[in-house]
DNA sequence: GCCGTACCGTAACGTACGGTACGGTGAGGA
DNA sequence: TCCTCACCGTACCGTACGTTACGGTACGGC
């Protein structure tokens, strides 16, 4: 019987973790070239166990998807005492964390495989990965926005179209470009320049 | 005598633009998965003209990116009386364009199936579509930004960081949405408001 | 007329890879 | 000791598809 990897209440065992593990690095370096075969001879198991536990070639890749989203942490934003300073902090730290990830080579291969079989695809590996991703990130850091604005410190609309707007002034086309396989080097130097230059431009638009 | 795809003066014949045509249509369709022998059957050709033209599926695709990209004419913005209200409409239209652009079809086909052969990729595709897409837009609006600056209506540092945070401000998560598959429909209307409100964000920061 | 060129349509080849089958091995349990 | 079970390793099957080969047609030049 083939594990059901599409509940959300999928716990893989150690072996199994040890498998996606292989498997998510043979995917960082081959991208969607990664073959079944492949997988099990880095991860020292048979196919046949492969196709047992996650069913087929999708269910592998949705599985390693969600073994990732499974071990990177929210950046978890709560400002205690809330004031433009401690707001600009948490709304800056929320920043460098996203930046970080999302230029990190796990993020790119994932969203590069997500991407390749979005239009033609049934397991819906793009919409787990907006939903782990994108969403996800929109989901922690509204309700900071919001304290903010409920503070009086920040004025707008809809929290959603104010993260969006700083999700935009942070990544603006780096992930682009480094999906398209542009050779762009973000060091932690740069990606704290980015993040504060974005919380700068944020507060400048939204801040009261 | 395989044609050199890869020179810039590359000019396909009537037939060979008809056979591209088709094959793009396909690449919308079915994305990556688009086969060669689909390819000669929906144009009408024989696989063994495609090869003689194209030297190979790589070169298949590389010839419809740089087809694509030929016939598409980038936004040109001139304002002819430079003041606050014209460059206002100049940035504007030139977003209108953009994001009209990047949520079409055939742009999230071409830059998905790009960034599906990025990584492991010999012919550059995305290179190709970075050229042809983000960098090309960054020289269409980077005189717009620097009159700008000259007459004193705008100011920043370098015209390619303000450019990337227009960028920014006008696509937000749209196409890395777009790419996900994620079914997000940008009418007229709603980029009309996206380029207004990305002109004024921006204005508002860059504006002196 | 004859040749060369360019092309179409189709058949065929080779291979990579998803998926399956099967024998072998080691652990635990009666 | 024997059975069962989970798993490894590997050989195997079927198919899709990139690539090549080849026969046939139209046409322009001599």
């Given at each position: 019987?083939?594990?059901?990897?599409?509940?959300?209440?999928?716990?893989?065992?150690?072996?199994?973790?040890?498998?996606?593990?292989?498997?998510?690095?043979?995917?960082?370096?081959?991208?969607?070239?990664?073959?079944?075969?492949?997988?099990?001879?880095?991860?020292?198991?048979?196919?046949?166990?492969?196709?047992?536990?996650?069913?087929?070639?999708?269910?592998?890749?949705?599985?390693?998807?969600?073994?990732q989203a499974s071990k990177v942490?929210?950046?978890?934003?709560?400002?205690?005492?809330?004031?433009?300073?401690?707001?600009?902090?948490?709304?800056?730290?929320?920043?460098?964390?996203?930046?970080?990830?999302?230029?990190?080579?796990?993020?790119?291969?994932?969203?590069?495989?997500?991407?390749?079989?979005?239009?033609?695809?049934?397991?819906?590996?793009?919409?787990?990965?907006?939903?782990?991703?994108?969403?996800?990130?929109?989901?922690?850091?509204?309700?900071?926005?919001?304290?903010?604005?409920?503070?009086?410190?920040?004025?707008?609309?809809?929290?959603?179209?104010?993260?969006?707007?700083?999700?935009?002034?942070?990544?603006?086309?780096?992930?682009?470009r480094l999906l398209l396989g542009?050779?762009?080097?973000?060091?932690?130097?740069?990606?704290?320049?980015?993040?504060?230059?974005?919380?700068?431009?944020?507060?400048?638009?939204?801040?009261?």
């Amino acid at each position: 019987m083939t594990l059901n990897i599409a509940s959300s209440d999928f716990l893989p065992t150690r072996r199994q973790g040890e498998v996606l593990d292989a498997a998510l690095q043979l995917l960082v370096e081959d991208g969607d070239r990664l073959t079944m075969s492949a997988v099990a001879r880095e991860a020292s198991c048979s196919k046949e166990t492969l196709y047992k536990w996650f069913g087929d070639r999708e269910g592998l890749l949705t599985a390693i998807v969600k073994w990732q989203a499974s071990k990177v942490g929210m950046p978890r934003v709560e400002p205690d005492k809330l004031n433009a300073q401690s707001l600009r902090k948490s709304i800056e730290s929320f920043g460098r964390n996203l930046l970080s990830v999302l230029s990190g080579d796990i993020s790119v291969a994932l969203n590069r495989v997500a991407i390749s079989h979005a239009g033609t695809d049934r397991s819906g590996l793009g919409r787990i990965v907006l939903e782990n991703g994108r969403f996800a990130m929109g989901q922690r850091l509204k309700p900071v926005l919001e304290a903010g604005r409920d503070a009086g410190l920040l004025g707008f609309e809809d929290a959603e179209g104010a993260f969006c707007t700083f999700f935009g002034l942070l990544v603006r086309d780096t992930q682009i470009r480094l999906l398209l396989g542009d050779d762009l080097v973000l060091g932690k130097q740069a990606i704290e320049r980015e993040a504060a230059r974005a919380t700068e431009q944020f507060i400048s638009l939204y801040g009261t």
